[in-house]
């Protein structure tokens, strides 16, 4: 049976009940001048502000102020999981706090809620468009957005049995936990991504194959820019909803891309009126108005576009750079630095032709090693467009399970095997790490079939050395032993792999080949690799590979020496009690004979050794 109230349609075994009924609310209360109670005494009260809230936040865990507990007397004090509200800027959006504090008069408590409601579930309901929706419903017909302490007390609550609040609660968590997930992973993935451009754009790092010296090139010099010029007077009331061609804004731009869909038109005189300015595929632009320097590149374009004032096209000359690669350069520290250094202390609110005159900046001379470079950070775009994707799906499929669970049209049934399980989508998890049941020998024999599948290429040849790297790190992925890696002078090495283990099995099951030169033994797919991969997919461990692969897949072999062998010191430190520093990692390399020579080289310089360690903190 259905219960028709003023919020909708909910189970009739659900009560519907105010807030204010269910809970106490509370307006905060700011002690003034503030200023005269504020103090930097770790013994202060957490002073809570919105500045203290991170982005799409959950819980708030820290402030950035205290104040003195005279000043807590004149304010509000909140406690360890209450619920405070913001009554104006972010419009009802809670929070669920982990500290004790005060909070002043921009904000609202729930507390006491909870004889009638789980946490977790009061949450997710307050969150809600049917929350979100009684919130709008009061301000109508008020031009003020701010919430007061009566309005929030006269929301209305569907309140089913706990027992269901809890399945509710797990279902919409293990949801959360997946967002949670891919959005730590899309960072991840753009700060990796930052690290590449940074070094692959200034030739810090050489792809293999590419040794000719790196050229200056002059933006103005060697290219045209080009803009809708002023006297052509468009104006927008001749921004059309549809028409003969789009027209690029600069609030079209959109992760380096043009959103197509948001697009307004001109008509067909407006496209003709100046061809310098007719969007082609592949064309890289820049924002010289409002917010200036944002930068795209034209891709998926179906239809003649063109620009609006507050937009260049740029095109190199003669091919004299590939235009995708100089997509990135403009999107990197190069491009941003010349802003910097051009705004030299006042704030620009417009580009002009002439200021990119003194843009200059090195390229590599030949297109081959530009589209490399390129091809190498498109295809990290790509990765994280993908991911970008999915974590849009999952959040959409979040919503249509919040609109369906808290309004009981799907009921999460209570299994009496696996009670406060729920009964709804499962969201996928990474496979488990899983023992093969084969001996070590072995299992490193597939795994280094499996490493060499996944990083071997013609272009860019893989030798032991990173190979035994490799293999070092998904064991500590797989929290498997590294007791055969001893402190050889190339880092952590294990001789029984190379000897008597995981490589002479994967050679001689034709799994890998491996080839001597004067740079050493490189190695290379083999016959019988179908057999190693088909061996990795039954133990289920594609998705450590593909950690490996995610993670290294553009590290230099000194990169991987730095971090691996900063890795094992790490350990070492930690399983003797001693704190973790540049300094201690430094005095434990130095007293190993092997591995000693390393702080005499530009990869171990303290700096290094630092950024390992934190790279480390979020590797492993």
Same mark, same amino acid.
């Given at each position: 049976?259905?219960?028709?109230?003023?919020?909708?349609?909910?189970?009739?075994?659900?009560?519907?009940?105010?807030?204010?009924?269910?809970?106490?609310?509370?307006?905060?209360?700011?002690?003034?001048?503030?200023?005269?109670?504020?103090?930097?005494?770790?013994?202060?009260?957490?002073?809570?502000?919105?500045?203290?809230?991170?982005?799409?936040?959950?819980?708030?865990?820290?402030?950035?102020?205290?104040?003195?507990?005279?000043?807590?007397?004149?304010?509000?004090?909140?406690?360890?999981?209450?619920?405070?509200?913001?009554?104006?800027?972010?419009?009802?959006?809670?929070?669920?706090?982990?500290?004790?504090?005060?909070?002043?008069?921009?904000?609202?408590?729930?507390?006491?809620?909870?004889?009638?409601?789980?946490?977790?579930?009061?949450?997710?309901?307050?969150?809600?468009?049917?929350?979100?929706?009684?919130?709008?419903?009061?301000?109508?017909?008020?031009?003020?957005?701010?919430?007061?302490?009566?309005?929030?007390?006269?929301?209305?609550?569907?309140?089913?049995?706990?027992?269901?609040?809890?399945?509710?609660?797990?279902?919409?968590? !293990?949801?959360?936990?997946?967002?949670?997930? *891919?959005?730590?992973? /899309?960072? %991840?993935?753009? $700060?990796? =991504?930052?690290? +590449?451009?940074?070094?692959?754009?200034?030739?810090?790092?050489?792809?293999?194959?590419?040794?000719?010296?790196?050229?200056?090139?002059?933006?103005?010099?060697?290219?045209?820019?080009?803009?809708?010029?002023?006297?052509?007077?468009?104006?927008?009331?001749?921004?059309?909803?549809?028409?003969?061609?789009?027209?690029?804004?600069?609030?079209?731009?959109?992760?380096?891309?043009?959103?197509?869909?948001?697009?307004?038109?001109?008509?067909?005189?407006?496209?003709?009126?100046?061809?310098?300015?007719?969007?082609?595929?592949?064309?890289?632009?820049?924002?010289?108005?409002?917010?200036?320097?944002?930068?795209?590149?034209?891709?998926?374009?179906?239809?003649?576009?063109?620009?609006?004032?507050?937009?260049?096209?740029?095109?190199?000359?003669?091919?004299?750079? !590939?235009?995708?690669?100089?997509?990135?350069? *403009?999107?990197?520290? /190069?491009? %941003?630095?010349? $802003?910097? =250094?051009?705004? +030299?202390?006042?704030?620009?609110?417009?580009?002009?032709?002439?200021?990119?005159?003194?843009?200059?900046?090195?390229?590599?001379?030949?297109?081959?090693?530009?589209?490399?470079?390129?091809?190498?950070?498109?295809?990290?775009?790509?990765?994280?467009?993908?991911?970008?994707?999915?974590?849009?799906?999952?959040?959409?499929?979040?919503?249509?399970?919040?609109?369906?669970?808290?309004?009981?049209?799907?009921?999460?049934?209570?299994?009496?095997?696996?009670?406060?399980?729920?009964?709804?989508?499962?969201?996928?998890?990474?496979?488990?790490?899983?023992?093969?049941?084969?001996?070590?020998?072995?299992?490193?024999?597939?795994?280094?079939?499996?490493?060499?599948?996944?990083?071997?290429?013609?272009?860019?040849?893989?030798?032991?050395?990173?190979?035994?790297?490799?293999?070092?790190?998904?064991?500590?992925?797989?929290?498997?032993?590294?007791?055969?890696?001893?402190?050889?002078?190339?880092?952590?090495?294990?001789?029984?792999?190379?000897?008597?283990?995981?490589?002479?099995?994967?050679?001689?099951?034709?799994?890998?080949?491996?080839?001597?030169?004067?740079?050493?033994?490189?190695?290379?797919?083999?016959?019988?690799?179908?057999?190693?991969?088909?061996?990795?997919?039954?133990?289920?461990?594609?998705?450590?590979?593909?950690?490996?692969?995610?993670?290294?897949?553009?590290?230099?072999?000194?990169?991987?020496?730095?971090?691996?062998?900063?890795?094992?010191?790490?350990?070492?430190?930690?399983?003797?009690?001693?704190?973790?520093?540049?300094?201690?990692?430094?005095?434990?390399?130095?007293?190993?004979?092997?591995?000693?020579?390393?702080?005499?080289?530009?990869?171990?310089?303290?700096?290094?050794?630092?950024?390992?360690?934190?790279?480390?903190?979020?590797?492993?």
């Amino acid at each position: 049976m259905v219960n028709l109230t003023e919020i909708g349609k909910f189970p009739e075994d659900w009560e519907i009940e105010k807030l204010g009924c269910k809970s106490d609310i509370y307006r905060g209360g700011s002690p003034r001048p503030i200023q005269a109670f504020l103090t930097t005494s770790t013994h202060g009260v957490n002073w809570i502000k919105i500045g203290d809230v991170a982005p799409n936040a959950k819980y708030i865990t820290a402030t950035d102020e205290k104040i003195i507990p005279e000043g807590a007397y004149r304010s509000r004090s909140v406690q360890k999981g209450d619920f405070i509200l913001s009554n104006s800027m972010s419009f009802g959006r809670p929070y669920i706090l982990k500290i004790d504090g005060c909070i002043h008069d921009g904000w609202l408590v729930i507390q006491n809620y909870e004889m009638n409601f789980e946490q977790e579930y009061l949450y997710y309901f307050l969150c809600s468009d049917i929350t979100t929706q009684q919130y709008i419903s009061m301000a109508a017909g008020s031009s003020v957005r701010n919430l007061s302490k009566d309005k929030v007390k006269d929301v209305q609550i569907a309140i089913p049995s706990r027992p269901e609040q809890q399945r509710i609660t797990a279902a919409l968590s !293990d949801t959360d936990a997946y967002i949670t997930a *891919l959005e730590k992973l /899309i960072t %991840k993935k753009r $700060l990796i =991504k930052q690290g +590449a451009m940074q070094e692959l754009l200034i030739g810090k790092r050489r792809l293999p194959g590419f040794y000719e010296k790196w050229k200056g090139f002059n933006l103005i010099e060697n290219s045209t820019l080009k803009a809708r010029i002023g006297w052509q007077g468009l104006t927008t009331a001749e921004y059309l909803d549809d028409g003969y061609a789009y027209l690029i804004t600069g609030t079209d731009f959109a992760r380096g891309k043009i959103a197509w869909e948001g697009c307004h038109f001109v008509d067909k005189n407006r496209y003709d009126q100046d061809p310098n300015i007719q969007v082609r595929n592949g064309d890289v632009l820049i924002t010289k108005d409002g917010t200036i320097g944002k930068v795209a590149i034209v891709k998926d374009l179906f239809r003649k576009a063109a620009l609006n004032s507050g937009v260049f096209v740029v095109r190199p000359k003669n091919y004299a750079c !590939d235009s995708v690669y100089l997509y990135y350069v *403009l999107l990197s520290e /190069i491009f %941003k630095d010349f $802003l910097t =250094k051009l705004a +030299a202390g006042s704030t620009i609110n417009h580009l002009y032709q002439k200021d990119f005159k003194s843009f200059e900046f090195t390229l590599p001379p030949t297109k081959d090693e530009q589209i490399a470079i390129a091809t190498i950070l498109s295809d990290m775009d790509i990765e994280i467009d993908a991911l970008t994707a999915k974590l849009e799906k999952i959040r959409n499929i979040k919503k249509g399970m919040m609109s369906e669970l808290l309004t009981g049209r799907i009921r999460l049934i209570e299994v009496e095997q696996e009670k406060m399980k729920p009964a709804i989508i499962t969201m996928p998890k990474p496979t488990p790490t899983q023992k093969s049941g084969h001996n070590q020998q072995f299992d490193d024999a597939v795994m280094i079939a499996g490493i060499v599948n996944a990083f071997y290429s013609d272009k860019f040849r893989l030798g032991r050395k990173k190979v035994q790297k490799l293999l070092y790190f998904l064991r500590r992925y797989q929290d498997e032993s590294t007791v055969a890696f001893k402190k050889k002078a190339a880092g952590p090495y294990a001789d029984v792999v190379r000897y008597k283990g995981g490589e002479p099995i994967a050679r001689s099951n034709g799994y890998v080949v491996t080839t001597t030169s004067d740079k050493g033994s490189m190695f290379a797919k083999g016959k019988n690799m179908s057999l190693a991969l088909d061996y990795i997919q039954r133990w289920g461990k594609q998705n450590d590979i593909q950690w490996l692969l995610d993670n290294f897949l553009y590290k230099s072999s000194d990169d991987l020496e730095l971090l691996s062998t900063v890795d094992m010191a790490i350990c070492d430190l930690t399983g003797a009690g001693i704190s973790v520093s540049v300094e201690s990692i430094k005095h434990l390399i130095a007293t190993n004979k092997e591995w000693r020579a390393k702080l005499n080289r530009q990869v171990f310089e303290d700096r290094k050794i630092a950024q390992a360690i934190r790279d480390l903190e979020t590797l492993l």
